[in-house]
Protein backbone atom coordinates (compact mmCIF):
# COMPACT_ATOMS: atom_id res chain seq x y z
CA UNK A 1 0.00 0.00 0.00
CA UNK A 2 1.17 3.85 -0.58
CA UNK A 3 0.96 5.64 1.85
CA UNK A 4 2.08 9.63 1.96
CA UNK A 5 2.40 11.91 4.88
CA UNK A 6 1.05 15.61 4.32
CA UNK A 7 2.44 17.91 7.07
CA UNK A 8 0.79 21.52 7.27
CA UNK A 9 1.73 24.56 8.74
CA UNK A 10 3.71 27.97 8.10
CA UNK A 11 6.23 27.17 11.41
CA UNK A 12 7.07 23.69 10.15
CA UNK A 13 7.49 25.16 6.46
CA UNK A 14 9.77 27.63 7.48
CA UNK A 15 11.22 25.51 10.29
CA UNK A 16 10.59 27.67 13.37
CA UNK A 17 9.15 24.27 14.96
CA UNK A 18 10.89 21.28 14.38
CA UNK A 19 8.90 18.72 12.47
CA UNK A 20 8.84 15.59 15.21
CA UNK A 21 5.31 14.51 14.39
CA UNK A 22 6.41 12.97 10.74
CA UNK A 23 9.39 11.03 12.14
CA UNK A 24 6.53 10.16 14.69
CA UNK A 25 4.43 9.03 12.22
CA UNK A 26 6.85 7.20 9.98
CA UNK A 27 8.29 5.14 12.90
CA UNK A 28 4.78 4.03 13.97
CA UNK A 29 3.79 2.96 10.84
CA UNK A 30 7.21 1.33 10.09
CA UNK A 31 6.40 -0.43 13.28
CA UNK A 32 3.64 -1.94 12.14
CA UNK A 33 4.87 -3.20 8.54
CA UNK A 34 3.12 -0.02 6.82
CA UNK A 35 5.68 2.29 4.80
CA UNK A 36 5.95 5.83 4.04
CA UNK A 37 6.53 6.52 0.52
CA UNK A 38 6.31 10.14 0.83
CA UNK A 39 6.61 12.89 2.97
CA UNK A 40 5.39 16.55 1.75
CA UNK A 41 5.04 19.53 3.84
CA UNK A 42 2.66 22.24 2.85
CA UNK A 43 2.20 25.99 4.23
CA UNK A 44 -0.58 27.69 4.96
CA UNK A 45 -1.77 28.27 1.48
CA UNK A 46 -5.20 27.22 0.08
CA UNK A 47 -4.21 27.08 -3.42
CA UNK A 48 -0.85 25.19 -2.73
CA UNK A 49 -3.19 22.72 0.04
CA UNK A 50 -5.33 21.86 -2.44
CA UNK A 51 -2.25 20.73 -5.19
CA UNK A 52 -0.80 18.94 -2.57
CA UNK A 53 -4.16 17.16 -1.70
CA UNK A 54 -5.14 16.28 -5.42
CA UNK A 55 -1.27 15.36 -6.08
CA UNK A 56 -1.63 13.01 -2.79
CA UNK A 57 -4.79 11.54 -4.03
CA UNK A 58 -3.52 10.93 -7.31
CA UNK A 59 -0.67 8.80 -6.34
CA UNK A 60 -1.20 7.05 -3.14
CA UNK A 61 -3.42 4.71 -1.61
CA UNK A 62 -3.76 5.87 1.75
CA UNK A 63 -2.51 9.96 2.98
CA UNK A 64 -2.71 10.36 6.76
CA UNK A 65 -2.77 14.84 6.99
CA UNK A 66 -1.27 16.05 10.15
CA UNK A 67 -2.26 20.39 10.89
CA UNK A 68 -4.45 22.83 10.36
CA UNK A 69 -7.72 21.60 12.11
CA UNK A 70 -7.49 24.11 14.62
CA UNK A 71 -10.01 27.22 15.29
CA UNK A 72 -7.96 29.92 13.44
CA UNK A 73 -8.37 31.45 9.99
CA UNK A 74 -4.63 30.11 8.76
CA UNK A 75 -6.44 26.19 9.62
CA UNK A 76 -7.58 25.15 6.47
CA UNK A 77 -7.71 21.53 6.44
CA UNK A 78 -11.09 20.85 6.69
CA UNK A 79 -12.02 23.75 4.43
CA UNK A 80 -9.32 22.94 1.22
CA UNK A 81 -10.27 18.91 2.45
CA UNK A 82 -13.73 19.76 1.03
CA UNK A 83 -13.05 21.87 -1.89
CA UNK A 84 -10.37 18.78 -3.16
CA UNK A 85 -13.21 15.89 -2.81
CA UNK A 86 -16.16 18.25 -4.35
CA UNK A 87 -18.32 18.20 -1.46
CA UNK A 88 -19.41 21.19 0.91
CA UNK A 89 -18.22 21.45 4.65
CA UNK A 90 -21.38 21.34 6.90
CA UNK A 91 -21.75 21.78 10.84
CA UNK A 92 -21.48 18.51 12.75
CA UNK A 93 -24.05 19.04 15.73
CA UNK A 94 -22.53 15.76 17.30
CA UNK A 95 -18.50 17.18 17.46
CA UNK A 96 -19.89 20.23 18.67
CA UNK A 97 -21.56 19.03 21.23
CA UNK A 98 -18.65 17.38 22.51
CA UNK A 99 -16.65 20.37 21.97
CA UNK A 100 -19.69 22.49 24.35
CA UNK A 101 -19.01 19.51 26.81
CA UNK A 102 -15.02 19.66 27.03
CA UNK A 103 -15.76 23.58 27.93
CA UNK A 104 -18.02 23.04 30.33
CA UNK A 105 -16.07 20.36 31.96
CA UNK A 106 -13.60 22.99 32.49
CA UNK A 107 -15.65 25.76 33.96
CA UNK A 108 -14.69 27.85 30.34
CA UNK A 109 -17.03 29.26 27.99
CA UNK A 110 -15.86 27.85 24.27
CA UNK A 111 -14.65 30.73 22.39
CA UNK A 112 -17.10 31.12 18.71
CA UNK A 113 -14.34 30.42 16.66
CA UNK A 114 -14.14 27.15 17.85
CA UNK A 115 -17.46 26.52 16.44
CA UNK A 116 -15.34 26.31 12.78
CA UNK A 117 -13.42 22.78 13.95
CA UNK A 118 -16.95 21.80 13.94
CA UNK A 119 -17.28 22.51 10.30
CA UNK A 120 -16.13 18.99 8.36
CA UNK A 121 -16.68 17.73 4.49
CA UNK A 122 -20.15 16.80 4.13
CA UNK A 123 -18.75 12.70 3.51
CA UNK A 124 -16.09 12.94 6.22
CA UNK A 125 -16.23 10.07 8.54
CA UNK A 126 -15.17 11.34 12.43
CA UNK A 127 -12.27 10.03 13.98
CA UNK A 128 -12.59 10.26 17.58
CA UNK A 129 -9.81 12.80 19.68
CA UNK A 130 -11.16 11.61 23.26
CA UNK A 131 -8.50 14.81 24.69
CA UNK A 132 -8.78 17.52 22.72
CA UNK A 133 -10.97 20.01 20.60
CA UNK A 134 -9.93 19.02 16.99
CA UNK A 135 -12.04 16.66 15.03
CA UNK A 136 -10.38 14.43 12.83
CA UNK A 137 -11.58 12.67 9.92
CA UNK A 138 -10.84 10.30 7.10
CA UNK A 139 -12.83 10.90 3.42
CA UNK A 140 -11.80 10.24 0.02
CA UNK A 141 -9.86 12.04 -2.22
CA UNK A 142 -9.12 10.66 -5.48
CA UNK A 143 -7.96 7.19 -5.31
CA UNK A 144 -6.59 7.79 -1.78
CA UNK A 145 -8.22 7.98 1.88
CA UNK A 146 -7.25 10.66 3.41
CA UNK A 147 -7.17 10.83 7.21
CA UNK A 148 -7.02 14.20 9.01
CA UNK A 149 -5.01 14.57 12.35
CA UNK A 150 -4.63 17.91 14.93
CA UNK A 151 -0.74 18.67 14.82
CA UNK A 152 -0.53 19.15 18.82
CA UNK A 153 1.43 15.73 19.13
CA UNK A 154 0.11 14.06 22.49
CA UNK A 155 -3.41 14.61 20.93
CA UNK A 156 -1.66 12.83 17.48
CA UNK A 157 -0.05 9.82 18.86
CA UNK A 158 -3.20 9.29 20.43
CA UNK A 159 -5.51 8.90 17.56
CA UNK A 160 -2.67 7.20 15.24
CA UNK A 161 -2.51 4.38 17.44
CA UNK A 162 -6.01 4.01 18.27
CA UNK A 163 -7.62 5.04 15.32
CA UNK A 164 -5.58 5.52 11.70
CA UNK A 165 -3.17 2.79 11.97
CA UNK A 166 -6.14 0.14 12.40
CA UNK A 167 -8.05 1.29 9.47
CA UNK A 168 -4.10 1.39 7.72
CA UNK A 169 -4.12 -2.19 8.45
CA UNK A 170 -7.60 -3.38 7.38
CA UNK A 171 -7.16 -1.24 4.22
CA UNK A 172 -3.87 -2.62 3.28
CA UNK A 173 -5.69 -6.26 3.88
CA UNK A 174 -2.41 -7.21 5.84
CA UNK A 175 -2.68 -9.38 9.39
CA UNK A 176 -3.82 -6.75 12.01
CA UNK A 177 -2.35 -8.67 15.10
CA UNK A 178 1.45 -7.09 15.12
CA UNK A 179 3.68 -7.38 18.00
CA UNK A 180 6.50 -5.01 18.72
CA UNK A 181 9.79 -5.91 20.57
CA UNK A 182 12.07 -3.10 21.47
CA UNK A 183 15.90 -3.49 23.25
CA UNK A 184 17.98 -0.80 24.27
CA UNK A 185 21.56 -0.84 24.02
CA UNK A 186 24.79 1.51 24.86
CA UNK A 187 28.17 0.71 23.79
CA UNK A 188 27.29 -1.01 20.56
CA UNK A 189 26.65 0.86 17.02
CA UNK A 190 24.19 0.41 14.61
CA UNK A 191 26.62 -1.17 11.80
CA UNK A 192 28.20 -3.20 14.73
CA UNK A 193 24.51 -4.31 15.96
CA UNK A 194 23.72 -5.08 12.49
CA UNK A 195 26.51 -7.52 11.85
CA UNK A 196 25.71 -9.05 15.25
CA UNK A 197 22.56 -9.99 14.53
CA UNK A 198 22.70 -11.54 11.03
CA UNK A 199 20.31 -13.99 10.29
CA UNK A 200 18.19 -13.47 13.16
CA UNK A 201 15.03 -12.97 11.36
CA UNK A 202 15.42 -16.40 9.34
CA UNK A 203 14.85 -18.12 12.72
CA UNK A 204 11.32 -17.70 11.51
CA UNK A 205 11.22 -19.34 7.99
CA UNK A 206 8.31 -17.70 6.96
CA UNK A 207 9.28 -14.16 6.96
CA UNK A 208 7.08 -12.41 9.66
CA UNK A 209 9.83 -11.61 11.98
CA UNK A 210 11.30 -7.85 10.66
CA UNK A 211 14.34 -6.06 12.24
CA UNK A 212 15.11 -2.77 12.41
CA UNK A 213 17.25 -0.34 13.75
CA UNK A 214 16.83 3.59 15.69
CA UNK A 215 19.87 5.38 16.52
CA UNK A 216 19.41 8.58 19.18
CA UNK A 217 22.87 8.73 20.51
CA UNK A 218 24.15 7.94 22.96
CA UNK A 219 21.51 4.71 22.45
CA UNK A 220 20.18 2.60 19.98
CA UNK A 221 16.97 0.90 19.75
CA UNK A 222 16.78 -2.63 18.18
CA UNK A 223 13.44 -3.58 16.85
CA UNK A 224 11.40 -6.35 16.20
CA UNK A 225 8.10 -6.00 14.78
CA UNK A 226 6.64 -9.60 14.23
CA UNK A 227 3.12 -10.77 12.49
CA UNK A 228 0.87 -13.26 13.37
CA UNK A 229 -2.90 -14.65 13.23
CA UNK A 230 -3.31 -13.54 16.96
CA UNK A 231 -1.49 -12.48 19.76
CA UNK A 232 -0.45 -15.71 21.02
CA UNK A 233 0.76 -16.96 17.49
CA UNK A 234 3.30 -13.81 17.23
CA UNK A 235 4.35 -14.16 20.48
CA UNK A 236 5.45 -17.52 19.68
CA UNK A 237 7.49 -16.86 16.43
CA UNK A 238 9.05 -13.89 18.42
CA UNK A 239 9.84 -16.10 21.35
CA UNK A 240 13.03 -18.23 19.72
CA UNK A 241 14.02 -14.72 18.18
CA UNK A 242 14.18 -12.64 21.39
CA UNK A 243 16.11 -15.23 22.93
CA UNK A 244 18.62 -15.01 20.31
CA UNK A 245 19.26 -11.19 20.15
CA UNK A 246 19.33 -11.36 24.11
CA UNK A 247 22.24 -14.04 23.44
CA UNK A 248 24.37 -11.86 20.59
CA UNK A 249 23.66 -8.44 22.73
CA UNK A 250 24.14 -9.68 25.97
CA UNK A 251 25.51 -7.10 28.58
CA UNK A 252 25.34 -4.33 26.28
CA UNK A 253 21.21 -4.59 26.33
CA UNK A 254 20.50 -2.24 28.99
CA UNK A 255 16.17 -1.85 28.97
CA UNK A 256 13.59 -3.17 27.03
CA UNK A 257 9.99 -1.74 25.60
CA UNK A 258 8.90 0.88 27.67
CA UNK A 259 11.80 0.14 29.99
CA UNK A 260 14.40 3.55 30.35
CA UNK A 261 18.32 3.14 31.61
CA UNK A 262 17.12 5.29 34.64
CA UNK A 263 13.91 3.57 35.26
CA UNK A 264 16.01 -0.12 35.35
CA UNK A 265 18.94 1.51 38.10
CA UNK A 266 15.72 3.03 39.74
CA UNK A 267 14.41 -0.55 40.30
CA UNK A 268 17.40 -2.17 41.44
CA UNK A 269 18.34 0.09 43.86
CA UNK A 270 14.45 -0.40 45.00
CA UNK A 271 15.08 -3.71 45.48
CA UNK A 272 18.07 -3.01 47.76
CA UNK A 273 16.14 -0.47 49.76
CA UNK A 274 19.25 1.93 48.91
CA UNK A 275 20.51 5.01 48.83
CA UNK A 276 22.92 6.78 46.03
CA UNK A 277 24.61 9.97 45.92
CA UNK A 278 25.91 11.34 42.15
CA UNK A 279 28.88 13.84 42.00
CA UNK A 280 29.64 14.77 38.08
CA UNK A 281 31.57 17.44 36.07
CA UNK A 282 30.80 19.11 32.70
CA UNK A 283 27.00 17.45 32.22
CA UNK A 284 24.77 20.23 33.63
CA UNK A 285 23.59 18.09 36.38
CA UNK A 286 21.99 15.48 33.73
CA UNK A 287 22.97 12.00 35.77
CA UNK A 288 20.77 13.43 38.54
CA UNK A 289 18.56 14.88 36.56
CA UNK A 290 17.64 11.83 34.75
CA UNK A 291 17.21 9.94 38.05
CA UNK A 292 15.38 12.25 40.15
CA UNK A 293 12.25 13.21 38.13
CA UNK A 294 10.90 9.51 38.38
CA UNK A 295 8.22 8.45 40.89
CA UNK A 296 10.22 6.88 44.29
CA UNK A 297 13.19 8.67 43.95
CA UNK A 298 12.64 11.02 46.44
CA UNK A 299 13.41 7.76 48.90
CA UNK A 300 16.58 6.86 46.68
CA UNK A 301 18.65 10.00 45.49
CA UNK A 302 20.27 11.31 48.75
CA UNK A 303 22.59 14.33 47.22
CA UNK A 304 23.34 15.22 43.53
CA UNK A 305 27.15 17.53 43.10
CA UNK A 306 27.73 19.15 40.07
CA UNK A 307 30.92 21.15 39.04
CA UNK A 308 32.47 22.62 36.21
CA UNK A 309 35.89 22.41 37.66
CA UNK A 310 37.74 19.65 39.90
CA UNK A 311 39.01 21.39 41.80
CA UNK A 312 35.65 22.90 43.36
CA UNK A 313 34.11 19.21 43.18
CA UNK A 314 36.96 18.10 45.26
CA UNK A 315 36.40 21.07 47.70
CA UNK A 316 32.38 20.50 47.79
CA UNK A 317 32.89 16.73 48.51
CA UNK A 318 35.60 17.25 50.66
CA UNK A 319 38.52 14.23 50.40
CA UNK A 320 41.51 15.36 52.34
CA UNK A 321 44.53 17.40 50.67
CA UNK A 322 44.74 19.54 48.06
CA UNK A 323 42.53 19.23 44.63
CA UNK A 324 45.16 17.05 42.35
CA UNK A 325 46.68 18.45 39.39
CA UNK A 326 47.40 16.96 35.91
CA UNK A 327 45.82 14.23 34.40
CA UNK A 328 42.36 13.15 35.50
CA UNK A 329 42.52 9.25 36.33
CA UNK A 330 40.13 6.43 37.71
CA UNK A 331 41.93 6.63 41.28
CA UNK A 332 41.09 10.47 41.67
CA UNK A 333 37.06 9.55 40.83
CA UNK A 334 37.42 6.39 43.06
CA UNK A 335 38.39 8.76 45.60
CA UNK A 336 35.53 11.13 45.03
CA UNK A 337 33.01 8.31 44.87
CA UNK A 338 34.42 7.12 48.40
CA UNK A 339 34.45 10.33 49.98
CA UNK A 340 31.23 11.13 49.04
CA UNK A 341 29.34 7.74 50.30
CA UNK A 342 31.07 8.45 53.14
CA UNK A 343 29.88 12.06 53.29
CA UNK A 344 26.26 11.24 52.48
CA UNK A 345 25.80 8.16 53.85
CA UNK A 346 24.17 6.68 50.71
CA UNK A 347 24.52 3.08 49.64
CA UNK A 348 26.30 3.94 46.33
CA UNK A 349 27.70 7.07 45.21
CA UNK A 350 28.82 7.73 41.58
CA UNK A 351 31.50 10.14 40.22
CA UNK A 352 31.06 10.90 36.36
CA UNK A 353 34.39 13.10 35.71
CA UNK A 354 35.18 14.72 32.48
CA UNK A 355 38.64 15.93 31.24
CA UNK A 356 37.58 18.22 28.10
CA UNK A 357 40.59 18.14 25.22
CA UNK A 358 41.55 22.06 25.17
CA UNK A 359 40.78 24.27 22.01
CA UNK A 360 37.76 25.19 19.60
CA UNK A 361 34.99 22.45 19.70
CA UNK A 362 35.06 20.71 16.83
CA UNK A 363 34.85 16.65 15.04
CA UNK A 364 38.45 15.94 16.80
CA UNK A 365 37.55 17.19 19.85
CA UNK A 366 37.11 14.90 22.49
CA UNK A 367 37.43 13.88 26.39
CA UNK A 368 38.44 11.45 28.76
CA UNK A 369 35.77 10.08 31.50
CA UNK A 370 36.51 8.84 34.59
CA UNK A 371 33.97 6.69 36.12
CA UNK A 372 33.65 4.78 39.22
CA UNK A 373 30.92 3.39 41.68
CA UNK A 374 31.31 2.58 45.68
CA UNK A 375 29.71 0.83 47.27
CA UNK A 376 30.04 -0.52 50.66
CA UNK A 377 32.85 -2.79 50.42
CA UNK A 378 34.19 -2.45 46.90
CA UNK A 379 34.57 0.14 44.65
CA UNK A 380 34.47 -0.37 40.23
CA UNK A 381 36.15 2.44 37.62
CA UNK A 382 36.84 2.74 34.64
CA UNK A 383 38.64 5.45 32.05
CA UNK A 384 37.43 5.94 28.34
CA UNK A 385 38.03 8.77 25.74
CA UNK A 386 35.10 9.90 23.48
CA UNK A 387 35.69 11.98 20.07
CA UNK A 388 33.27 13.65 18.46
CA UNK A 389 32.56 17.49 19.69
CA UNK A 390 31.47 18.77 23.10
CA UNK A 391 28.12 17.53 23.20
CA UNK A 392 28.61 14.10 21.68
CA UNK A 393 31.26 13.67 24.58
CA UNK A 394 28.81 15.25 27.11
CA UNK A 395 25.92 13.00 26.15
CA UNK A 396 28.24 9.85 25.71
CA UNK A 397 29.42 10.72 29.41
CA UNK A 398 25.79 10.82 30.86
CA UNK A 399 24.85 7.48 29.39
CA UNK A 400 28.34 6.41 30.35
CA UNK A 401 28.39 6.82 33.91
CA UNK A 402 25.08 5.65 34.53
CA UNK A 403 25.29 2.23 32.41
CA UNK A 404 28.40 1.57 34.40
CA UNK A 405 25.75 2.23 37.68
CA UNK A 406 23.64 -0.39 35.80
CA UNK A 407 26.28 -3.00 34.74
CA UNK A 408 27.49 -2.23 38.42
CA UNK A 409 24.30 -3.09 40.25
CA UNK A 410 23.46 -6.33 37.91
CA UNK A 411 26.92 -7.37 38.93
CA UNK A 412 28.03 -7.15 35.15
CA UNK A 413 31.75 -5.70 34.03
CA UNK A 414 31.68 -1.80 34.10
CA UNK A 415 35.19 -2.32 31.48
CA UNK A 416 33.10 -4.23 29.20
CA UNK A 417 34.53 -2.16 25.70
CA UNK A 418 32.19 0.18 24.50
CA UNK A 419 32.31 1.40 20.74
CA UNK A 420 31.71 4.63 20.14
CA UNK A 421 30.38 4.89 16.62
CA UNK A 422 29.34 7.61 15.07
CA UNK A 423 26.40 7.18 13.20
Known sequence: MLIEVICTGDEVLTGKIVNSNFSYMA???????????????????????????????ARADAVIVNGGLGPTVDDLSQEIAAQAAGVECVLNEEWLARMESFFLRRSRVMPPNNKKQAMLPST??????????????????????????????RELKRMLEEQVIPRLLAKSGLQTT????????????????DSLLTGVEDLVPDGSVKLGFRAHYPQLETKLTVRGRDLDDARGKLGPVEKEVRKRLGNFI????????????????????????????????????RVGPLPGAEKIL???????????????????????????????AEVVAMTLRRATGATY????????????????????????????????????RIVGGREWVRLGAVEMGLDC???????????????FEKT
Open 27 to 57: QKLEDVGLAVRWGTTVGDDRETLLAAFKEAG
Open 124 to 153: AEIIDNPIGTACGFALDIGRARFFFTPGVP
Open 178 to 193: IHLKRFHSYGLGESHV
Open 254 to 289: LAEDEQTLEGVILAELAKREATLAIAETFTSGQIAA
Open 302 to 332: RRGILARDLGDLWRAVGPPGDPPRGELTREI
Open 349 to 384: ALAVLIDLDEGADRIEFGGSICTAIAGVNEIASRRS
Open 405 to 419: LRRYLQGLPVTERID
